[in-house]
């Protein structure tokens, strides 16, 4: 989970003052100094620490608290504010050109992915429906220039490489003429990184700061190096006064030092997020939805974009129907469970859902060989078994079971579970038939 370990501490904390119904201002200075520790043990800065502290106190213990017939409730409230400000408050997006070529540059020490990073930036671009072009100007680390062309082979994006040791400069000049020709209208700038910051490097993205003058420089760091990911940031600000920062592997970062501490000590906001390995992992930031995962409330919005993304209208439309009418089969069950995979890990897609706090996705077993198992199941089934269940019988459970590398109890157990899901269906149907007969007659209770 996304910060599991702060997010498990800070919800832990703040239910101890949610079930009060008063609070003083010594249980408010004992749930704070809980805070306090938790922040620090997660890398969060300690300049940050102490003024989210001191913000939290002052507002806790002011009226909108201690005269609230829900005072826990309210400091839970004033928390997740105060994490929204840390984080930069609201969504900072690509500053696009208005009537010319959009230049990105992007920077960073190598291992914080910041190639990979590239073509997830142009995927997502791709996808806004702009049409980006990749530079290749790391000309010295060996199969630099490779992999940013197997990168952007696998995002279907464009790559200008000069293959010799061509200055960094003249190949960005390079390839914006090749970009004005082929009807490019963003150039994302892949720079040379070094395993730690040296003058050379520092020149070199300087030299092509001043020559392209790109209307974005991203500096991708590594969220799960902490503060030392805030250092590298703030010497490369300096230097070049990035207007964003890209977390990678925000993911596997249990801690969430980076992503706490960035914004308030270089005053840069956070751009985006790689939450994963493959291409389509990648989300622009927001401080609000963050704060909200980070505090058990779930991220609604972006588990709706998620699946806007992954599944298609029509095909839902057309599902809704066969529900209706109990004519769903294995078919539209494979059919289904594809698209639930386009939602990526599953355990990511569960720490969105409002409700589920840390300690409860601990014991939540998400085991995508469940999901391979039952597609492989599906598969081994003819079209006829898919669409008409009822006629598999005993030698057919055992050849499915055998194509599919399964058991004949995992057959069994996907068949009754198909068989359930139809019987609830029915008793929809029924419900809901019997409320239309009822027309305006028919009130829940309360109602």
Known sequence: MVFGNLSEKLQNTLKKLKGKGKLSEKDINEAMREVKLSLLEADVNY????????????????????????PGQQVIKIVHEELIKIM????????????????????????????????????????????PLLVACDIYRPAAIKQLEVVGKSVDVPVFAINDKTNPVIITKKASEFARKNNRDVVIIDTAGRLHIDTEMMDELVDIKKEMKPNEILLVLDSMTGQDAVKVADTFNNFLDVSGVILTKIDGDARGGAALSI??????????????????????FHPDRMASRILGMGDVLSLIEKAQDAFDAKKAAELEQK???????????????????????????????????????????????????????IQSMTKNERLNPTIIDGSRRKRIAKGSGTSVSQVNRLLKQYNEMKKMMKKFSSMEKMMKKKGNRFKFPFS
């Open 323 to 377: 529900l209706r009418k109990q004519q769903f089969t294995f078919e539209d069950f494979l059919d289904q469970m594809q698209q639930m995979k386009n939602l990526g890990p599953l355990d990511q897609f569960i720490e969105m859902i409002p409700g589920l706090n840390s300690k409860q996705l601990k014991n939540v077993k998400v085991n995508e060989k469940d999901f391979n198992q039952i597609e492989a199941i």
């Open 47 to 70: 300049k940050v620490v102490r003024q989210f502290i001191k913000n939290v106190k002052e507002r806790s213990i002011g009226s909108e608290v201690m005269e609230s017939l829900t």
């Open 263 to 284: 914004r308030s000590v270089v005053e840069k906001p956070i751009k985006f997020v790689g939450m994963g390995e493959k291409m389509d992992q990648f989300e622009s």
């Open 88 to 131: 930069g408050e609201q969504e900072s997006k690509i500053n696009y050109s208005s009537n010319d070529i959009t230049y990105i540059m992007m920077c960073g020490l190598q291992g914080a992915g910041k190639t990979t990073t590239t073509g997830k930036l142009a995927m997502k671009l791709k996808k806004e429906g702009k049409r």
